[in-house]
T-cell receptor, first 114, second 110 residues
Framework: NAGVTQTPKFQVLKTGQSMTLQCAQD?????MSWYRQDPGMGLRLIHY???????DQGEVPNGYNVSRSTTEDFPLRLLSAAPSQTSVYFC?????????????FGPGTRLTVL | RKEVEQDPGPFNVPEGATVAFNCTYS??????FFWYRQDCRKEPKLLMS???SGNEDGRFTAQLNRASQYISLLIRDSKLSDSATYLC???????????FGTGTSLTVIP
């Protein structure tokens, strides 16, 4: 199993550009989520999904869209990049079953918005 | 009030020392508890889940105190390789969100 994969590893955007961060998992996990991590702020939840066709907002959803058309994939779209979105983005997946709801993280995408 | 709070440290300890971290959570209905480890510029990785009765994994011991709403992590006989940031994670029994603390930085010194 590859686990959770994310692409790209690094990305530089100009203000106003749009892009999609890709996330895929091969563990058949129902739960997937996107976090951003900023210095001194810890991991903050952007959006999450409990299964294909179901998404919900987390703590900091503004400026981001998600969709979940398959169990495996959970892309994160930046609609119009802003410098405040410069961050490290982590995707995670989990079986979401009490007692086995450990989250597994991808390697992250380091995004800089100029 | 934050859902999960941790002392950010840094904790600088000599090799072989015992070090303990605490983490408090605000939602008394929290159900699942974890400690994750994060190395610099890497993704968080599960260190251990925390069970009601407490649990041990080698040099690591995790405890849960529901009455006072905190979890702890004890590391015995610290190794240089234990240097990392330790994240406390809590999941309430309602909703589907995991809440992360900001992490506690540990440096083990030779």
């Amino acid at each position: 199993n590859a686990g959770v994969t994310q692409t790209p590893k690094f990305q530089v955007l100009k203000t106003g550009q749009s892009m999609t961060l890709q996330c895929a998992q091969d563990m058949n996990h129902e739960y997937m989520s996107w976090y951003r991590q900023d210095p001194g702020m810890g991991l903050r939840l952007i959006h999450y999904s409990v299964g294909a066709g179901i998404t919900d907002q987390g703590e900091v959803p503004n400026g981001y869209n998600v969709s979940r058309s398959t169990t495996e994939d959970f892309p994160l779209r930046l609609l119009s990049a802003a410098p405040s979105q410069t961050s490290v983005y982590f995707c995670a997946s989990s079986p979401n079953i009490p007692g086995t709801d450990t989250q597994y993280f991808g390697p992250g995408t380091r995004l800089t918005v100029l | 009030r934050k859902e999960v709070e941790q002392d950010p440290g840094p904790f600088n300890v000599p090799e072989g020392a015992t070090v303990a971290f605490n983490c408090t959570y605000s939602n008394s209905a929290s159900q699942s508890f974890f400690w994750y480890r994060q190395d610099c510029r890497k993704e968080p990785k599960l260190l251990m889940s925390v069970y009601s009765s407490g649990n041990e994994d080698g040099r690591f011991t995790a405890q849960l105190n529901r009455a006072s709403q905190y979890i702890s992590l004890l590391i015995r006989d610290s190794k240089l390789s234990d240097s990392a940031t330790y994240l406390c994670v809590v999941k309430p029994n309602t909703g589907n969100q995991f809440y992360f603390g900001t992490g506690t930085s540990l440096t083990v010194i030779p």
